[in-house]
Structure formats: structure tokens, C-alpha cells
């Protein structure tokens, strides 16, 4: 086991520059152009109200710290520019994502809508009751720290005994788990049966934010609310 710390910078590279890239291309559809400025308008108004502002920057200050110690104290030993073909690649993805996706479920379901502390905290995040853009943001540090350890972990331990994974297999990963919690609490009723289900998971997760007691814990995909029963 080996610190390869130029491994680590080109990860890190590569999930700043396909983030980058991915909103720029994004918007240049007019059908998501259309629903950036519903959600901005939307946002604006949470905004405005004085509690929004405090609770994000929390959020994102432990986030960032949670992060440091994932690039620094992890990637490093487990990311690699060793060759590797593309539908390995992808099963090492859909393996993270899913493995990640199972512990979420049970999380989110027996641990933050569970009747002790953590349901409180996760009462923060909930308080958007339609949620748009900002709501992914709008969590309490706690469940912040919580949420992205859990998928860091999965993601490190996997990469341990599974890998090494390369620089563009951890990064494609990461920037699909987090532009797909953005993406989960946004408003994205876009006409056109190419965005059925993007349309499907928001509004499934929409349903989750009615209040405490819906269903529609996963994250990154429905199936194991469906496997489980809480498919609402």
C-alpha cells in the first residue's frame, strides 16, 4: 500500500473540471435552462429568510472538512492511473453507488427517520417541504458530517479491498453522488419523455419532503425502496 498523493491531485483535478464542464454543457439545454430560473427564483425567497443562510454555511464548512480528510487521508491509497477497460470501470461505479445507496437507505430510514436525536436533526433538513436547489444545501452539519462520511467511507473501504480504482473511476463517482443529491431536491418538470425520469426520482423525492412520515429513502436510485416496501 502506497501514498500517491499525484494520484490524489489528479482525482481531485478531474472532479473540479468535470463539475465545471458538466454545468456548463447542462445549461445550454433551454429545457434545464428553464428550470435553473424557476429554482433561482424560488431559492432567492429562502434566502431572504434569516435561518437559511447560517444553517448552509455550517453545512458547507463541515462538508469542506470532511472532504480534506477524504483527499487527503484516503484517496491517496487507494487511487491509481493504472490502465483499466471501461466496463470494469463502470461495474466499479454502479458497485460504489449501489453499496453506498443500500447503507444510505438504512440511514436514512432507521437512523434519521427513527423516533431518537437524529430525527430531530434530520427535521432541520425537512422544514422544505417543496423543495428546490438550495434545500440540498439547507442540512444540519451534523447530518452533513453523517451523509458524506458514510459515502466516503463506502467509497474508501471499497477501494481497499476492491482496488485500486482509477483517478476517473473515483471521480465520476463522486461528482455523480453529488450532482445527484443536488439534483434530487430541484423543481425539474421538463416536458419530454427524455427526462421521465429525472422527472421520476425528483418528484419521488418530493414526496419524501412532505413531511416525516412518506417513504423514498434511497438516494442515488429507487430500488431499494422498492425492494423494501417503502416505495411511496
Not at 433551454?30 to 454555511?57: G, H, L, S, T, W
Not at 455523480?176 to 416536458?191: D, L, M, V
Amino acid at each position: 500500500m502506497t501514498y500517491d498523493w499525484m494520484a490524489m491531485l489528479a482525482t481531485l483535478g478531474l472532479v473540479v473540471v468535470m463539475t465545471k464542464i458538466g454545468q456548463f454543457l447542462s445549461f445550454k439545454v433551454p429545457a434545464f435552462i428553464k428550470a435553473r430560473e424557476y429554482n433561482r427564483e424560488q431559492d432567492a425567497i429562502k434566502k431572504a429568510i434569516p435561518k437559511y443562510r447560517p444553517m448552509i454555511e455550517k453545512g458547507k464548512r463541515v462538508g469542506l472538512a470532511t472532504n480534506v480528510v477524504f483527499f487527503l487521508a484516503c484517496v491517496p491509497f487507494f487511487a491509481s492511473f493504472e490502465s483499466q477497460a471501461i466496463l470494469p470501470a463502470l461495474v466499479d461505479i454502479v458497485v460504489i453507488l449501489m453499496v453506498y445507496d443500500f447503507f444510505y437507505y438504512a440511514t436514512h430510514r432507521w437512523l434519521f427517520h427513527g423516533q431518537g436525536y437524529f430525527r430531530r436533526i434530520h427535521a432541520v433538513h425537512h422544514q422544505a417541504r417543496t423543495p428546490t436547489h438550495i434545500d440540498a444545501y439547507y442540512v444540519h452539519p451534523l447530518e452533513v458530517l453523517v451523509g458524506l462520511a458514510l459515502f466516503l467511507a463506502v467509497m474508501t473501504l471499497l477501494g481497499l479491498f476492491m482496488g485500486p480504482f482509477h483517478v476517473v473511476t473515483i471521480a465520476v463517482t463522486y461528482v455523480a453522488f453529488t450532482q445527484i443529491n443536488i439534483i434530487n431536491h430541484t423543481h425539474t418538470e421538463i416536458a419530454g419523455r427524455r427526462y421521465s425520469y429525472l422527472n421520476y426520482l425528483t418528484r419521488k423525492h418530493h414526496i419524501h419532503h412532505i413531511d416525516m412520515q412518506h417513504g423514498n429513502y434511497s438516494t442515488i436510485t429507487l430500488l431499494y425502496d422498492k425492494l423494501f416496501g417503502t416505495l411511496d
